[in-house]
Every structure is written in C-alpha cells, then in structure tokens.
C-alpha cells in the first residue's frame, strides 16, 4: 500500500489530489452524463434518419424563431445588467456610512426567485395593477399601459433577478483592481473620466467578459419568466419553452433533446464571441480578479 502511494506520488498523484475525487463525481453524474445522453438521445428520433430532430427544428419557422426571439430577449437584459452594475458597483467599492444595507437591499432579488418577482410584477405593472389604476386615477392615461404578458414583461423580470448576480461579480474584480493605480494617475492630473476609461475599464474588461457571459447564460435559459409575465405562445416563446413542449407536450424526447442541444450551442457562440473580444479592451498581463 505504501509502494502504491509513493508510485502514485512520483505522478503527481498525492492525498490533495484525491480531494477532488468527490467534486469530480459530482461533475460527471450531474453535468456530464446528462449531457452527454441528451446529445445521445437527440440522435435517436422515432423516424428517419439521425439528424431528423434538428432538421425539423431548423425546417419549422415556428420553432426555429424561438433562437431570435431568446436572443432578443437574453443579449438586452444582460448588457443592462452589465452596464448598470459598473457605476454603482464603482461607487460602492469604497468605503462610506450605509455601504451594507445598500449592498443588502440590491441584492435582496435574489432571494425573491422568479415566481415572486413575476407576481409582483404582475401586482405592480398589470393591467389591474399599482401603476396603471395611480396613471388612471390621475387622467395620464387612458387606458392600462401593457407592460406584462409581453416581452416586457420577461426582459423586466430577467433585469431584476439577474442585476442582482452582474452588480455582486463586478463588485469583486473593482475590489482586485489596486486603488493606488486611480491616485497615481489623478496626481498626474487626470480627470475621474480618464482615469476610468485608460485604467479602471481596461482592468475591468475581463471580468466584464466574464459577468456578461454569466448574466447572458442566465438570461438565455429563461423559462419561468416567459411563461408568468410573457406570452410563451406568441412573442415569448423561447427557446427553452419549445424545448419543454416538445418533451413534455408532444413527448418527442429527440426533438426535446436537440433543442437543448442547439440552445447550448447558441450559448457557445456568444460566450466565445465576447471572451475572443474581450482582448480588444485589454491585452495586458495582469489585472483584476478577473
């Protein structure tokens, strides 16, 4: 036994490495394999040939909109997000009375989950709701604004719950970036602008790339939303919402399986297209967190 571990060791083999064994199940039992039998199953249609499930998700226009549609949707909620993070995370790296309870209350989506914040926007923006009856009661309005079971809807809701996640991983990277950089520059005379965008931004970029892939992702799988505060059979019908009907309505696993397949490819494409850009910003060998 003892033989055995110093051959093992001499392979870079040691009892920390053995540490990962339990991550490296999990991985493999709950992402992998899945994965791996969604793509195996996506080849098995119940007629013609093995590529007829993605065939007929591209042949059919109905189904093959729902890529644009997501898209649509998913890109806007998470350059918002992105974009919305950056001065309020900036200004709340430093420290100031009250940082805590500001955090606290920005990030207090995130416990809400999506069925509340659809419900409360469905109480706070329908038709009935808060917002409308106050722009009734007051003469601005004629009739109720449709903010709801539309794509308004669903891009408000992806906002709120996704804002939460970009403002926290912006928040970190501004942490890693050396403050001492900032004064450096302002003694040399320059202004809050410059010193953001020839310092903070080019540090910053990479953990942008990497907040607006994440924040897309999340965006990009959107369900819930689309079905509570959308119209999942009109101009929110998602992707993933023609994924679970062709599993789940029309019990055609392979058709359910090469949607999700083609879904996780789109999402490739654009995580690669922003992490391939992402050296346009910043081509330096250090920087923040990120």
Known sequence: MVALRHRLAERGVDRQL??????????????????????????????????????????????????????????????????????????MRGRFRGKRAVTT??????????????????????????LNRTLLDAGVIDTPIRLVHNSWGVFLSLVITGFPFAFLLVLSYLSGIDPT???????????????????????????????????FVLAYSVFPSAVL??????????????????RYQHYDYAQGSAIAIVMGLVELIVIGIVLGGRSLLYTGPTGGKG
């Open 181 to 215: 950089l900032e004064r450096a520059a302002a003694t040399l005379g320059a202004g809050w602008w410059q010193r953001f965008r020839r310092i903070t931004l080019p540090l910053l970029a990479p953990g942008l790339a990497t907040t607006f892939c994440l924040t």
């Open 105 to 130: 209350l920005l990030v207090v989506p995130i416990t809400l989950g999506t069925v509340l914040t659809a419900q409360g926007l469905l109480n706070y923006l329908g038709p009935t709701g808060w």
């Open 229 to 246: 505060v959308g119209d999942p059979a009109g101009e929110t019908r998602v992707i993933a919402y023609a994924a679970w009907q062709a």
């Open 18 to 91: 053995w540490l990962l064994a339990p991550a490296a199940a999990f991985v493999v039992l709950l992402f992998i394999y899945p994965f791996a039998y969604g793509v195996g199953l996506s080849f098995q249609p119940d007629k013609g040939g093995p590529f007829e499930a993605y065939r007929s998700f591209f042949a059919d226009a109905y189904d093959r909109d729902t890529i644009w549609t997501t898209l649509r949707i998913a890109l806007p909620a998470a350059v918002l997000n992105v974009a919305a993070s950056v001065p309020i995370a900036y200004r």
